[in-house]
């Protein structure tokens, strides 16, 4: 259901009281005070336009518009001429509601001309010209209404198709997530079984040999064992060596995550991204990652609601004593840094490992993160 109000409904009503306030004091200029014919029938004229007003459908506005005319051409006749001055409006509006055209309306405004006293042809022709023009603003209006409502439901389509397509790549990224997370423990088994369960079995064969021999030959057994022990010790270099192998080093989980992290910015955002590093990555520790994405995060919010900016650029650079995070836009920038509840959590998060957050909005706006080395945990 549309909920939307229609132009046609309030701005005529607001027309039609101008109008009726003009009748009104040109009455109470000509007779110096208005009679209760009068005013009953302006009364009789407000409820039958605001009832000509209400309905929805063209149909129902159109034929219920003649009462207000009724009312205005018996008011005219009993109580004052004056009130003639109300015609222009109700048969611009019937002729809207009929025909839509505004032709017809001008022709339609000329039929009550020949009834009017001469005295108030000036008023009625400029009665006549406001409404022309107040009807034609009508139909501008409700033109534009009409494209924003079009328009206004294609972007829900659209966004309705883009959330359909977001939750497909989705199942389909946890489905893919969920295949290698299978595949890597198949091969993990694999390789275990491959590599160790041969030791295993051999160092056991060994050990039930030297069990054997332990009476009848010691020296045998003795050697036996030593082969056992040695096959376990090349078992359990066996089981490092693929632990280490499947466990992806410190550097790759921090750069990983902040890639991870900015191409799902980007993707949900309307702004250009980039990030680039230069250094031993490696030296960075866990705590240092965890500070530098939240700031990152910080930054990255902070140039899409506030800077205007068309890109924005993230470089991690590990210098001799410190690391250095720094997430620079191409926005409007600041002459003034002032320090937001978003810059000064930067800096807690900064200082809680000794560093320090340095704000530039010079040219666009720079937020450049420093934690030391000396400090690291």
Same mark, same amino acid.
């Given at each position: 259901?549309?909920?939307?109000?229609d132009?046609?409904t309030?701005?005529?009503?607001?027309?039609?009281?101008?109008?009726?306030?003009?009748?009104i004091?040109?009455?109470?200029?000509?007779?110096?005070?208005?009679?209760?014919?009068?005013?009953?029938?302006v009364?009789l004229?407000?409820?039958?336009?605001?009832?000509?007003?209400?309905?929805?459908?063209?149909?129902?506005?159109?034929?219920?518009?003649?009462?207000?005319?009724?009312?205005? /051409?018996?008011? +005219?006749?009993?109580?004052h001429? #004056?009130?003639? $001055? !109300?015609?222009?409006?109700? *048969?611009? @509006? =019937?002729?809207?509601?009929?025909?839509?055209?505004r032709?017809?309306?001008?022709?339609?405004?000329?039929?009550?001309?020949?009834?009017?006293?001469?005295? /108030?042809?000036? +008023?009625?022709?400029?009665?006549? #010209?406001?409404? $022309? !023009?107040?009807?034609?603003? *009508?139909? @501008? =209006?409700?033109?534009?209404?009409?494209?924003?409502?079009?328009?206004?439901?294609?972007?829900?389509?659209?966004?309705?198709?883009?959330?359909?397509?977001?939750?497909?790549?989705q199942?389909?990224?946890?489905?893919?997530e969920?295949t290698?997370?299978?595949?890597?423990?198949?091969? =993990?088994?694999?390789?275990?079984?491959?590599?160790?369960?041969?030791?295993?079995?051999?160092?056991?064969?060994?050990?039930?040999?030297a069990?054997?021999?332990?009476?009848?030959?010691?020296?045998?057994?003795?050697?036996?064992?030593?082969?056992?022990?040695?096959?376990?010790?090349?078992?359990?270099?066996?089981?490092?060596?693929?632990?280490?192998?499947?466990?992806?080093?410190?550097?790759?989980?921090?750069?990983?995550?902040?890639?991870?992290?900015?191409?799902?910015?980007?993707?949900?955002?309307?702004?250009?991204?980039?990030?680039?590093?230069?250094?031993?990555?490696?030296?960075?520790?866990?705590?240092?990652w965890?500070?530098?994405?939240e700031?990152?995060?910080?930054?990255?919010?902070?140039?899409?609601?506030y800077?205007?900016?068309?890109?924005?650029?993230?470089?991690?650079?590990?210098?001799?004593?410190?690391?250095?995070?720094?997430v620079?836009?191409?926005g409007?920038?600041?002459?003034?840094?002032?320090?937001g509840?978003?810059?000064?959590?930067?800096?807690?998060?900064?200082a809680?490992?000794?560093?320090?957050?340095?704000?530039?909005?010079?040219?666009?706006?720079?937020?450049?993160?420093?934690?030391?080395?000396?400090e690291?945990?």
């Amino acid at each position: 259901m549309n909920n939307e109000k229609d132009p046609r409904t309030y701005w005529p009503l607001l027309g039609k009281g101008l109008f009726l306030l003009s009748a009104i004091g040109v009455a109470s200029v000509e007779e110096g005070a208005v009679s209760a014919p009068f005013v009953l029938f302006v009364l009789l004229y407000a409820c039958a336009a605001i009832a000509s007003s209400l309905p929805r459908a063209a149909s129902w506005r159109t034929g219920l518009s003649a009462a207000p005319i009724a009312v205005v /051409l018996a008011a +005219a006749v009993v109580a004052h001429p #004056a009130l003639l $001055l !109300l015609l222009p409006i109700q *048969l611009c @509006e =019937l002729a809207a509601n009929a025909t839509h055209n505004r032709w017809a309306a001008a022709l339609l405004l000329l039929a009550p001309l020949p009834y009017v006293p001469e005295r /108030l042809w000036f +008023a009625y022709g400029l009665a006549a #010209a406001f409404s $022309l !023009l107040f009807v034609a603003m *009508l139909d @501008e =209006l409700e033109t534009r209404s009409r494209t924003d409502r079009i328009e206004a439901e294609r972007f829900r389509r659209e966004l309705e198709r883009v959330r359909t397509r977001l939750d497909e790549q989705q199942d389909y990224v946890r489905q893919f997530e969920y295949t290698y997370a299978l595949e890597e423990r198949n091969r =993990l088994s694999q390789q275990i079984h491959d590599s160790i369960g041969h030791s295993i079995a051999g160092a056991l064969i060994q050990m039930e040999a030297a069990k054997r021999l332990l009476d009848a030959d010691r020296e045998k057994s003795a050697e036996l064992l030593g082969n056992a022990i040695r096959i376990s010790k090349e078992g359990i270099d066996d089981i490092r060596r693929v632990l280490k192998g499947a466990k992806p080093p410190a550097e790759q989980l921090g750069i990983q995550r902040m890639k991870l992290f900015i191409d799902e910015f980007a993707a949900a955002h309307p702004i250009k991204t980039a990030f680039t590093y230069e250094g031993d990555v490696d030296l960075i520790p866990p705590v240092y990652w965890k500070i530098i994405r939240e700031n990152v995060k910080e930054a990255l919010t902070n140039a899409m609601k506030y800077a205007g900016a068309a890109s924005v650029s993230v470089h991690v650079q590990v210098l001799n004593t410190m690391v250095k995070a720094v997430v620079s836009d191409d926005g409007k920038g600041a002459p003034r840094v002032v320090k937001g509840l978003g810059l000064i959590g930067m800096e807690e998060r900064a200082a809680s490992a000794n560093g320090t957050v340095v704000a530039d909005g010079s040219r666009g706006f720079t937020v450049t993160t420093l934690l030391p080395f000396s400090e690291r945990t």
